[in-house]
Every structure is written in structure tokens, then in C-alpha cells.
């Protein structure tokens, strides 16, 4: 695969993925200076949430992350690792200008170029490009148009640059991401297919505390998944969906699958009933796990209240017995 330097804008990855697709993604970040030991430039490649390579300016080589991927001959690394060394040089330019175009100090300044392509269950794909200045979006692709946008005025002479007739950078970058991009995604997936798409049922467990005499929180765990997209939601008499009061970040567990976790807060009134709803890619429909009244903490008030009658009524009949 022979790439311009143009080209090369195209290398680069972000993260996300959804059910029933897979994604190709890269993160390129270009950094006005070095940091606490790391590097002024890395790219990172992903497929959906499993990373596949890693490049930094500090080593100057392109290596393989997943095991898988060391499939791919020393030729595909040495050709990664040129247009590595290109992206780097690009990136840190643009970097340079912007700080001079802000008129901004000497402080660390960072650009980002993010790029990703999607395969989905039905064939169809998309793909899209966009570059952040300090977090903030700065330029993005109209693949429909091959042009790019500027969303800061600071971004507009680069822009300008990019969309003259000489360039074709955005023809370029649009043909990448709908053809070299889907290539490649094809490929690695037949490299980790078996860790790519394996399925794991989500485990899940419901509780409730007692805040007050009218607020009662509700928790959902689910953990134990893989992949990692998935939907939780509370839902109130089998169809009212609740607002969460916290949904936690969907995290990693050693073992390669995932956890989150969702709450709520309600007033439990008579008669209602409260259910978690997990949707996930392993499962064949919903799972549904319902949250009883009579539980709060592991706790069941009203045994442990008749208990507390029982015992008061048996010590007070003995005490009688025994001044009689």
C-alpha cells in the first residue's frame, strides 16, 4: 500500500464503537513540548475498544499492541512507521503555526487529529475525520463536499490551504476512508476475530437504600460483559424508562470484560413495580432483573420488625409468668 505524505493525514484513530459494527480509529496527538517524560507525538490505533498499535516519537517505530496483529510481516510495520514519521512531522508544524496565529504564549499546546471508519452487521460503512486544538474542535471533514471545514477562524487560512485545487487533500482523505481504511478493518479483523467478537453474558445485581422516608435510591450493577458496548436503564411498572440520577463510566475489569453501573432516585409507592433492562449483543432479548420493595440493604424490615414483636411479646409473657 503506497501512500503520499497527504495521504498519511488519513492514519489516524479514535474511540467508539457500537453493536453490531466494527470501527477502525486512531488518535494522532501532536504536542508543543514535551511532558512529565512523554513523548511530543504519539498515534494510537484501535479496533472498537481493543488497542492495536502504538507509535511514539521518543522510540521512532510503529509496533504491534494486540498479539494478533503480529500477524502483519516486518514490511507492513516499516511502511506504518514512514508515514508515522511523516504524520509527526505535519502535525507538529500545524501545532507551531496555530500557536503564532493565536498569538499564544509559550505554554504547552496540543493538536489532535482523530480519524475513524465503521463496518457494519449489513455491509454498509462511513468514515470521519476531525482535528482538535487544546480539546476544542478546530477543522472537520465534509466527506460529501471533499472539503474542509473550519469551526475556529484561526483554522480558516489552514483550510484554505487544504481545499486549493493543488492539494486534494479532502478527495484524498475521503478515498482513504472509504476504501484503504475498510481494507485494513477487514483484515485485522480476520487477525483478531476470536478476541474481536467474542460474547460474554453481563451479570447484574440490584439493591436499594433508603435515603428517606419519600426517597428510596436504586442501583443497578451489570459487569462481567464483553464487548463492551451496552444499555441499562431503569424502568418503572414494565414501561416508564427513569431518568438515572448516575451512570458510571463503563470500565474495564482485568480479565478483558467490562462494568457499569446505573442509578436512580424514586418514591416507591404502593403497588409499583422497579426493573433494570440490560440490553446487550450476547443476550437474545432483555434481561430484566426486578428490585423488590421489601429489600433495602439485604435487609427485610418487616421479618426483621415481627421478629423484634415476637420477642418483645415472649420476654414480657415470661417476665409476667415469673411475678405471679
Given at each position: 500500500m503506497?501512500?503520499?505524505?497527504?495521504?498519511?493525514?488519513?492514519?489516524?484513530?479514535?474511540?467508539g464503537?457500537?453493536?453490531?459494527?466494527?470501527?477502525?480509529?486512531?488518535?494522532?496527538?501532536?504536542?508543543?513540548?514535551?511532558?512529565f517524560?512523554?513523548?511530543?507525538?504519539s498515534?494510537?490505533?484501535?479496533?472498537?475498544?481493543v488497542?492495536?498499535?502504538?507509535?511514539m516519537s521518543?522510540v521512532?517505530?510503529?509496533h504491534?499492541?494486540?498479539?494478533?496483529?503480529?500477524?502483519?510481516?516486518?514490511?507492513?510495520?516499516?511502511?506504518?512507521?514512514?508515514?508515522?514519521k511523516?504524520?509527526?512531522?505535519i502535525?507538529?508544524?500545524?501545532?507551531?503555526?496555530?500557536?503564532?496565529?493565536?498569538?499564544q504564549?509559550?505554554?504547552?499546546?496540543?493538536?489532535?487529529?482523530?480519524?475513524?471508519?465503521?463496518?457494519?452487521?449489513?455491509n454498509?460503512?462511513?468514515?470521519?475525520?476531525?482535528?482538535?486544538?487544546?480539546?476544542r474542535?478546530?477543522?472537520?471533514?465534509?466527506?460529501?463536499?471533499e472539503?474542509?471545514?473550519?469551526?475556529m477562524?484561526?483554522?480558516?487560512l489552514?483550510?484554505?490551504e487544504?481545499?486549493s485545487?493543488?492539494?486534494?487533500?479532502?478527495?484524498?482523505?475521503?478515498?482513504?476512508?472509504?476504501?484503504?481504511?475498510?481494507?485494513?478493518?477487514?483484515k485485522?479483523?480476520k487477525?483478531?476475530?476470536?478476541?474481536l467478537?467474542?460474547?460474554?453474558?453481563?451479570?447484574?445485581?440490584?439493591?436499594?437504600?433508603r435515603?428517606?422516608?419519600?426517597?428510596t435510591?436504586?442501583?443497578?450493577?451489570v459487569y462481567g460483559?464483553?464487548?463492551?458496548p451496552?444499555?441499562?436503564?431503569?424502568?418503572r411498572?414494565?414501561?416508564?424508562?427513569?431518568p438515572?440520577?448516575?451512570?458510571?463510566?463503563?470500565?474495564?475489569h482485568?480479565?478483558?470484560t467490562?462494568?457499569?453501573?446505573?442509578?436512580?432516585?424514586?418514591?416507591?409507592?404502593?403497588?409499583?413495580?422497579?426493573?433494570c433492562?440490560?440490553?446487550h449483543?450476547?443476550?437474545?432479548e432483555?434481561?430484566?432483573?426486578?428490585?423488590?420493595h421489601?429489600?433495602?440493604?439485604?435487609?427485610?424490615p418487616?421479618?426483621?420488625?415481627g421478629?423484634?414483636?415476637?420477642?418483645?411479646?415472649?420476654?414480657y409473657?415470661?417476665?409476667?409468668r415469673?411475678?405471679?
Amino acid at each position: 500500500m503506497k501512500m503520499t505524505p497527504l495521504l498519511l493525514l488519513l492514519i489516524l484513530r479514535v474511540s467508539g464503537v457500537q453493536t453490531d459494527s466494527h470501527i477502525l480509529q486512531y488518535y494522532c496527538t501532536a504536542v508543543s513540548a514535551s511532558e512529565f517524560g512523554q513523548p511530543d507525538f504519539s498515534i494510537v490505533g484501535f479496533i472498537d475498544d481493543v488497542q492495536i498499535m502504538r507509535y511514539m516519537s521518543d522510540v521512532g517505530r510503529d509496533h504491534p499492541v494486540a498479539n494478533w496483529m503480529k500477524k502483519e510481516r516486518q514490511n507492513y510495520w516499516d511502511q506504518e512507521t514512514l508515514i508515522s514519521k511523516q504524520l509527526e512531522y505535519i502535525l507538529k508544524r500545524m501545532v507551531v503555526k496555530t500557536i503564532k496565529r493565536f498569538n499564544q504564549t509559550k505554554e504547552i499546546h496540543y493538536c489532535q487529529w482523530i480519524s475513524k471508519c465503521e463496518l457494519r452487521d449489513d455491509n454498509s460503512t462511513s468514515g470521519t475525520t476531525y482535528i482538535r486544538y487544546d480539546g476544542r474542535d478546530f477543522i472537520y471533514l465534509d466527506k460529501q463536499r471533499e472539503i474542509w471545514i473550519p469551526t475556529m477562524y484561526v483554522a480558516e487560512l489552514t483550510t484554505q490551504e487544504w481545499n486549493s485545487p493543488g492539494k486534494r487533500l479532502a478527495n484524498k482523505q475521503s478515498r482513504y476512508l472509504d476504501n484503504d481504511c475498510i481494507h485494513w478493518l477487514k483484515k485485522f479483523l480476520k487477525h483478531g476475530r476470536e478476541d474481536l467478537e467474542k460474547r460474554v453474558r453481563p451479570e447484574v445485581k440490584v439493591w436499594g437504600h433508603r435515603q428517606s422516608d419519600d426517597v428510596t435510591r436504586l442501583q443497578c450493577l451489570v459487569y462481567g460483559f464483553h464487548p463492551r458496548p451496552v444499555d441499562v436503564k431503569w424502568v418503572r411498572n414494565g414501561k416508564d424508562q427513569l431518568p438515572s440520577d448516575e451512570r458510571t463510566q463503563i470500565l474495564p475489569h482485568p480479565d478483558g470484560t467490562y462494568r457499569t453501573r446505573v442509578s436512580v432516585k424514586v418514591a416507591i409507592r404502593l403497588g409499583e413495580t422497579y426493573s433494570c433492562h440490560v440490553n446487550h449483543s450476547s443476550l437474545e432479548e432483555i434481561l430484566i432483573v426486578k428490585w423488590e420493595h421489601y429489600r433495602i440493604h439485604g435487609v427485610i424490615p418487616g421479618v426483621v420488625i415481627g421478629l423484634a414483636v415476637c420477642i418483645g411479646a415472649v420476654v414480657y409473657f415470661y417476665k409476667n409468668r415469673r411475678s405471679s
